[in-house]
């Protein structure tokens, strides 16, 4: 059996519904009862170095951990805001996993983020899974931290270790600015992001289930830190124009100058969401491909129309 923290989330009610769909029994971790209770499901409260694990864990071969303090744009890098951060994704991620060993389960699989490696990339020269970790932000630095502290551990108790690094995960029901960007695309308004050459790789849902699931069983998944993306970086005007395409829309994008772009953002507080717009962040997954013979299932073009139509594929298989 697997049990998955964070299984209300974007991503675990998509790891769950993939793994029973495939007949594997899971048991969610939950903070609080969810309005889809589940006869399997334990209730743990909030995750931290003081949560009571005892008895949710038990008879479990893997544990997945998706729940953590997610990043919020605009989120400083105060001493509170970082000390929030490590409580539940450094401090409560090791608990957790010493947890784990201590109940017998096998495998420790950790969903932690690109954001340990940096926010962008030169165009060309993407993250690598051995690139050296250089995280900004108080989400990026709990995270880095919470890796390293898995290591050690692992060592000591047996317990194998696996970590994840998706980029930014789309799909049907995604929030924060990727929806935001799909209304854009909706409305029809004209987007002044005509002139931006970035590439930035992205993955799809569905992908990032199939790859996480892999992990779950695949004896060299053991020990390793891995990258994820849908094998296919994009522009930022072409996910807009493969977010129309899927929406049967044409979208109006103006040529606006990048520098020009950054300043009036910087001048209306937004900075932050235009950088990502116009900067480049790529991954290379050969590791992860050569690693576990792993090929994302579903192509850009099908992850961009099931996040438009907010239909999941979870059986794991590229649509014909």
């Not at 949710?56 to 919020?72: D, E, T, W």
């Not at 296919?232 to 493969?242: E, F, K, Q, R, V």
Request: aromatic share 4%; with cysteine.
């Amino acid at each position: 059996m697997i049990g998955v923290t964070g299984a209300s989330g974007f991503v675990g009610r998509a790891l769950c519904a993939h793994l029973a769909s495939q007949g594997q029994p899971v048991r969610r971790l939950l903070r609080q009862a969810a309005g889809d209770a589940m006869p399997g499901d334990r209730i743990v409260g909030n995750i931290g170095p003081d949560t009571d694990w005892r008895g949710a864990l038990k008879g479990l071969a893997c544990v997945v951990h998706c729940a953590a303090h997610v990043h919020r744009m605009g989120a400083g890098g105060s001493g509170d805001n970082l000390a929030t951060y490590r409580r539940v994704n450094t401090q409560g991620t090791r608990h957790l996993a010493q947890a784990a060993a201590q109940a017998g389960v096998r495998r420790f699989v950790f969903v932690s983020s690109v954001k340990v490696l940096g926010e962008a990339t030169p165009p060309g020269q993407p993250f690598r899974h051995d690139s050296p970790p250089s995280p900004q932000d108080p989400y990026g630095q709990s995270k880095w931290e919470a890796e390293q502290s898995l290591w050690p551990l692992a060592h000591e108790t047996g317990i194998e270790v696996v970590v994840i690094r998706p980029p930014l995960v789309y799909g049907p029901g995604v929030g924060a600015n990727f929806q935001r960007l799909m209304r854009w695309v909706a409305s029809g308004l004209p987007l002044p992001l005509k002139s931006v050459r970035n590439r930035r790789s992205l993955v799809a849902i569905d992908n990032l289930i199939d790859l996480i699931a892999l992990c779950t069983h695949h004896p060299d998944a053991a020990g390793q830190t891995l990258l994820v993306s849908d094998g296919h970086d994009l522009s930022t005007p072409a996910l807009i124009a493969g977010l129309g395409q899927a929406m049967g829309t044409h979208p109006r994008l103006w040529p606006v100058p990048v520098a020009c772009l950054l300043l009036a953002a910087r001048l209306a507080g937004k900075g932050d969401t235009v950088a990502r717009l116009v900067q480049s962040l790529q991954v290379d997954i050969a590791h992860t491909r050569a690693q576990l013979g792993w090929v994302p299932p579903f192509t850009v073009e099908q992850g961009l129309a099931r996040a438009v139509t907010g239909q999941a594929g979870h059986d794991g298989r590229a649509a014909p």
